[in-house]
């Protein structure tokens, strides 16, 4: 079971870009796009929780007070990052958007340590520096890339790398918080799921009365450019946020940093099947060194020194 937990996130990681943006055409919404994503969540996520029989026990328990507290700022955050990553798949191509993604690493690390006091080996701070450095040298080469002829690739370019890196800084902040609610307040994983699809929901409806999205769903319709192909990036995404639940319960973070790994080969070799397309230079240049990283950064945790009485 574990080991079919890991191939299927390893595949669904790998061709998540893939989907969204073969299946997921301009002309939908973002933000519909997004509330369809946690819709599909909510319903998986209490799929899985009557099939291991805990859903009775986890809703007799709630309360609004504790749900906002734990999951309501995280809510908000990853409801921002999912919009953001939507932006970033329709402007990078998808090996270069798995490897920014990659960042979110560096940045749960500094929440982890502001937030928990968590801290990190020297061989953690090597790793995540090196991180960096990839993450840099896709963002110069990217931009760089193509001549005058190309501008406007040049600068939907530079968009999807800020959106993707804003959508890290977010990820590793709610991360942090998801991780206090639920080993400071012992707050259920499956019960934070469906509350922060809920809260989240709840604000991107709010935000669609001034925002273009709404303006633009009031006008075509909320699923304006929708077709059955749309489904399958939104399910696919929801089976992934229950897949990583899972893999990290069952196999460790150890082996699931190999999942990711796994995950960004999938996604360059699909890429080269399908569209013909091989990776750039800064790519191939990058791909090792964000490979290295995550590997040296799972396998280097920190140990608190013991004391001598």
């Not at 995540?128 to 896709?138: E, S």
Request: hydrophobic share 50%; proline share 3%.
């Amino acid at each position: 079971r574990v080991w079919i937990c890991m191939l299927a996130l390893s595949l669904q990681y790998g061709v998540q870009p893939l989907l969204s943006k073969r299946c997921s055409g301009k002309e939908v919404i973002v933000t519909s796009a997004v509330l369809g994503c946690e819709l599909a969540k909510v319903g998986c996520t209490l799929i899985a929780m009557v099939w291991n029989g805990v859903v009775w026990k986890v809703g007799k328990d709630w309360h609004l007070s504790s749900a906002l507290i734990a999951s309501g700022l995280p809510a908000a955050i990853y409801a921002l990052q999912n919009a953001l990553l939507q932006l970033g798949y329709r402007n990078l191509d998808a090996l270069t958007f798995s490897i920014l993604n990659q960042t979110k690493l560096l940045f749960t690390a500094l929440f982890m340590f502001l937030i928990l006091g968590h801290k990190q080996t020297i061989q953690q701070l090597g790793a995540l520096m090196l991180l960096l450095t990839a993450a840099l040298l896709l963002t110069i080469g990217e931009s760089s890339a193509g001549g005058s002829g190309v501008a406007d690739h040049e600068q939907s370019t530079s968009l999807g790398v800020i959106f993707v890196f804003a959508a890290s800084v977010l990820s590793g902040l709610a991360s942090t918080l998801c991780q206090w609610a639920v080993q400071v307040r012992r707050r259920s994983s499956y019960l934070m799921t469906i509350e922060m699809s809920a809260f989240g929901s709840f604000c991107l409806v709010i935000s669609m009365m001034h925002s273009p999205d709404g303006e633009a769903i009031r006008q075509r319709g909320f699923f304006s450019g929708w077709t059955l192909q749309t489904l399958i990036p939104i399910f696919t995404n929801a089976v992934g946020g229950i897949l990583v639940g899972l893999v990290t319960a069952y196999a460790g973070g150890v082996r699931k940093g190999f999942v990711i790994v796994s995950g960004l080969l999938v996604t360059a070799l699909l890429q080269f099947l399908f569209d013909g397309i091989p990776p750039s230079l800064h790519t191939l240049l990058a791909m090792p060194m964000v490979l290295s990283s995550i590997v040296i950064y799972q396998h280097y945790p920190y140990m608190a020194k013991r004391k001598l009485h």
